[in-house]
């Protein structure tokens, strides 16, 4: 069984991506990693150099900055990526720049990969998602973050990436998944206060057209880490590889975790899903199997 993994990635530096924890978070997993690296204002590109000669592979690329519409510039590059993986790896394993896998997880992607490599109804693997809010010790729960999403797939060029580079979709269809117990990382919201508003205004560019820019670019001035609709207390652990970042993090959020910033629909279905433990009308771009 061969595995690669790809990611993309440009400005990494400027928008204090933990892309090098990311790539090497799964290289353990991989033979290979591929490495879109698009053209970057800092240093990206000797960033990711630096990381590990012998297994990334990295393909320079220009990102279409007007390729606006639902942030459909991320899903070019992701295909880009995935295009340069060799025909004789059999899974490829995605991961984004501000998404770390945790090592305790490693035997059970690993044995995940083995037992569905055979079975070619299984087209991809899907992970669970834990979303970090402001810092490390917050999780975003409510009903704006996807609770899984596809992060391994077959080699097979028909596979595209879809929207935003979010998800997969094979011939504009869903792909036939088996979940498994390992988590994504996901750091996204977890920036010094000045560097998050300006990567927010940055990728508001790849979403919005020129009419709406404004508007979301003075929301975004405004942006608080502390005026979130629901978080809760994170207690398990971080991946190892995060140590480092994560003891020289030089700002700090108070959030109250009582607070529920929902209208009633959306309180609602928190309620429910709480109880429940299912979430109503969620949004699946993928097929259990």
């Not at 879109?36 to 960033?47: E, F, P």
């Not at 880490?225 to 994170?234: N, P």
Request: proline content about 2%; hydrophobic content about 40%.
């Amino acid at each position: 069984m061969k595995v690669c993994g790809f990611t993309i990635v440009r400005n990494a530096i400027k928008y204090d991506y933990p892309v090098v924890e990311s790539i090497r978070s799964i290289l353990p997993l991989c033979d290979k990693v591929v490495v879109a690296a698009g053209n970057s204002d800092d240093g990206t590109l000797d960033l990711i150099k630096s990381i590990d000669k012998e297994k990334i592979v990295i393909i320079e690329t220009v990102w279409d900055d007007k390729l606006r519409e639902g942030g459909s510039v991320l899903a070019v590059e992701t295909n880009k990526a995935m295009d340069a993986i060799a025909a004789d790896f059999d899974w490829c394993f995605y991961i984004q720049a501000d998404e770390v896998i945790h090592e305790n997880s490693y035997l059970v992607i690993q044995n995940a990969m083995k037992k569905w490599v055979d079975v070619p109804e299984v087209e991809g693997l899907l992970f669970k998602y834990h979303h970090f809010w402001g810092t490390y010790d917050y999780l975003g729960i409510n009903r704006q973050w996807y609770k899984h999403e596809i992060r391994i797939i077959r080699n097979n060029k028909q596979i595209r990436s879809y929207r935003d580079a979010q998800g997969f979709r094979l011939n504009s269809r869903k792909l036939k998944v088996k979940p498994i117990d390992a988590y994504i990382y996901h750091y996204g919201y977890v920036r010094p206060p000045a560097i998050m508003k300006e990567k927010m205004k940055d990728f508001s560019e790849l979403y919005h057209s020129n009419d709406n820019l404004k508007k979301e670019v003075q929301r975004i001035n405004n942006f608080k880490y502390e005026e979130v609709d629901a978080v809760k207390q994170f207690t398990g652990s971080h991946p190892s590889i995060l140590k480092k970042r994560i003891e020289g993090m030089v700002w700090s959020v108070k959030i109250d975790q009582k607070q529920f910033k929902m209208n009633l629909k959306d309180r609602l279905l928190f309620v429910f899903e709480r109880l429940f433990k299912y979430r109503l009308f969620e949004y699946r771009n993928y097929i259990k199997i």
